[in-house]
T-cell receptor, first 112, second 115 residues
Framework: AQSVSQHNHHVILSEAASLELGCNYSYGGTVNLFWYVQYPGQHLQLLLKYFSGDPLVKGIKGFEAEFIKSKFSFNLRKPSVQWSDTAEYFCAVIYGNNRLAFGKGNQVVVIP | DAGITQSPRYKITETGRQVTLMCHQTWSHSYMFWYRQDLGHGLRLIYYSAAADITDKGEVPDGYVVSRSKTENFPLTLESATRSQTSVYFC??????????????FGPGTRLTVL
């Protein structure tokens, strides 16, 4: 099974601050990478995904992520967060037979 | 409405009882998945299915049973519930085609409490 590591499980920051969440995966072959977001009390929604091509991927709500193959990383960024970005963020990688391996998540709290 | 639904949304049961969580999707996606979400563990795959009548174990299958007689339904059964199965359960579906290739779509979740 593949493993996905997310650091800084709890992040607290003020509105307008920049956010960067780290994600490292263990799989060495071709990867499909995802960031999902779970707002309080809601189900997971896709923020962005990388399959191939430009390693800088833009997603919804101003989020972007950069795939760095040499570092096995897929870090998520947002230049200026809003209170509504308070959520839990999960990095995930596809492996064998369309299965997703998830990281343990980053709980992000944005203070107004 | 089209999408993926789960029922019940909340369930309280007792140790030793059998519980079935339902999942239904209207997209005719080939793949369906069951995850459990626990604090500190993120989401862990319980079982998945690549098509009707094809199922396989995920990371944490013990104590669970699945079936998939129809493409749109993927019920998860806890044969004899234990307290350690108290969790939030998410169903998901995906397809290996089109613009949503490999993207998994999640249901709203079922919060299960085993007393």
């Amino acid at each position: 099974a593949q493993s996905v590591s997310q650091h800084n499980h709890h992040v607290i920051l003020s509105e307008a601050a920049s956010l960067e969440l780290g994600c490292n995966y263990s799989y060495g072959g071709t990867v499909n990478l995802f960031w999902y977001v779970q707002y309080p009390g809601q189900h997971l929604q896709l923020l962005l995904k990388y399959f191939s091509g430009d390693p800088l991927v833009k997603g919804i709500k101003g989020f972007e992520a950069e795939f760095i193959k040499s570092k096995f990383s897929f870090n998520l960024r947002k230049p200026s967060v809003q209170w509504s970005d308070t959520a839990e963020y999960f990095c995930a990688v596809i492996y064998g037979n369309n299965r997703l391996a998830f990281g343990k998540g980053n709980q992000v709290v944005v203070i107004p | 409405d089209a999408g993926i639904t789960q029922s019940p949304r909340y369930k309280i049961t007792e140790t030793g009882r059998q519980v079935t969580l339902m999942c239904h999707q209207t997209w005719s996606h080939s793949y369906m998945f069951w995850y459990r979400q626990d604090l500190g563990h993120g989401l862990r795959l319980i079982y998945y299915s690549a098509a009707a009548d094809i199922t396989d174990k995920g990371e944490v299958p013990d104590g669970y049973v699945v079936s998939r007689s129809k493409t749109e339904n993927f019920p998860l059964t806890l044969e004899s519930a234990t307290r350690s199965q108290t969790s939030v359960y998410f169903c998901a579906s995906s397809e290996l085609a089109g613009v949503s290739y490999n993207e998994q779509f999640f249901g709203p979740g079922t919060r299960l409490t085993v007393l």
